[in-house]
């Protein structure tokens, strides 16, 4: 009884670290920061950009300019872990492709395919003799049979035509029964039209036929729009729906203000051409000023076409302050009520 509770109590305490071991892990990825560091521009004298990202003993750095290989590397602590540049030479020892052997070995392969031409020339002519006899000989079977053919139709035509010559009242009874049935046929071909086979080809009650399911289903489609447009106005005039609109809208600045840059400054040189467009860009730009008004610093030109970014930023995101306000979002009655009812649409 005493080994069975010793081996519970290791089992427990085995158990408690991996539980341990995954609550730290937890933790650790919920509330150190990631963070990052961007260095660039795009101006007549550089364009390139640097970019830095750390979380705990994790590094990535990003690094491309114009003209210079770009590189990217990951390390955890001091070890190299991953390591590519678009400027590397290939190692030694790589192989030959086709287009890279030697000279010499190019010249001896064109003396083998010389000396082995006239073989081939040879062989082929005897296939192309010997695919010449054979097709004149399938000619004369084919002819023959094309000959016991054709003397079996002028039989049929011979006696198609005596027949016409000696019942030529059958003929014409014939004639007014298929223009009869023509005309009962057209209302089964088209039912819905007064067009028959007498005033219209067969052709052109088709391409009408055509046109009329074509019109048939933009008209289904129509209908099918306004039915959702209609299903979408009562559902954003629901209570639920509109609390919900406006819970989003403050997560999305909270989250926007979490992820905007702590330190830095931007120098950003705007000019579209004319003053009037100008204008027009740097007042939309300023409903936005509390979130970039710390970092960014703009200098409008209201003459030139240019557009020029130079600068640093950095800052740091934790998962933790996004993740936890999205659950309490998504958990509230009125969000889950919402999710259905937009499923239903």
């Known amino acids: 009884m005493a080994v069975i509770l010793?081996?519970?109590?290791?089992?427990?305490?085995?158990?408690?670290?991996?539980?341990?071991?995954?609550?730290?892990?937890?933790?650790?990825?919920?509330?150190?920061?990631?963070?990052?560091?961007?260095?660039?521009?795009?101006?007549?004298?550089?364009?390139?950009?640097?970019?830095?990202?750390?979380?705990?003993?994790?590094?990535?750095?990003?690094n491309y300019n114009k003209g210079d290989p770009f590189t990217i590397?990951?390390?955890?602590?001091?070890?190299t872990v991953y390591s590519m540049s678009s400027g590397e030479e290939p190692e030694e020892g790589h192989l030959t492709l086709p287009d890279e052997t030697p000279k010499d070995t190019q010249k001896d392969a064109k003396k083998d395919t010389s000396e082995?031409?006239?073989?081939?020339?040879?062989?082929?002519?005897?296939?192309?003799?010997?695919?010449?006899?054979?097709?004149e000989e399938t000619g004369k079977d084919a002819a023959k049979v094309l000959a016991t053919d054709t003397g079996g139709t002028a039989g049929e035509e011979e006696t198609d035509t005596s027949t016409d010559q000696q019942d030529p009242a059958k003929k014409d009874i014939a004639i007014e029964t298929l223009k009869e049935g023509a005309k009962g046929t057209s209302d089964e071909l088209l039912p819905g039209t007064t067009q028959d086979l007498s005033t219209g080809t067969t052709e052109?009650?088709?391409v009408k036929s055509?046109?009329?399911e074509f019109f048939d289903k933009v008209e289904q489609f129509l209908n099918k729009i306004e039915t959702k447009k209609s299903h979408i106005e009562q559902f954003l005039e629901r209570d639920a729906t509109k609390?919900?609109?406006?819970?989003?809208?403050?997560?999305?600045?909270k989250i926007l203000r979490h992820l905007k840059p702590k330190k830095g400054h931007v120098d950003l040189h705007l000019g579209l051409g004319s003053a009037a467009d100008t204008g027009m860009i740097l007042a939309k730009l300023g409903k936005y000023y509390p979130l970039y008004g710390s970092w960014l610093i703009i200098s409008p030109d209201f003459y030139n076409k240019v557009i020029e970014v130079e600068g640093m930023v950095k800052g740091r995101i934790r998962i933790g302050s996004l993740a936890i306000p999205a659950l309490i979002f998504y958990l509230r009655k009125d969000t889950r009520r919402t999710i259905k009812l937009a499923k239903k649409i």
Request: net charge positive; hydrophobic share 50%.
């Open 6 to 62: 010793t081996i519970l109590k290791i089992i427990g305490i085995i158990l408690l670290c991996i539980l341990g071991l995954l609550l730290l892990i937890l933790l650790m990825v919920l509330f150190i920061p990631i963070r990052y560091l961007v260095d660039g521009g795009y101006t007549s004298e550089r364009v390139g950009a640097k970019l830095r990202i750390r979380w705990f003993i994790v590094k990535v750095l990003v």
């Open 73 to 79: 590397k990951a390390k955890v602590g001091p070890f």
């Open 116 to 135: 082995d031409a006239p073989d081939s020339s040879a062989s082929s002519k005897e296939k192309a003799s010997g695919g010449t006899a054979g097709e």
């Open 204 to 206: 052109e009650i088709a």
């Open 210 to 212: 055509e046109e009329n």
């Open 243 to 253: 609390r919900t609109i406006q819970r989003g809208k403050k997560l999305l600045m």
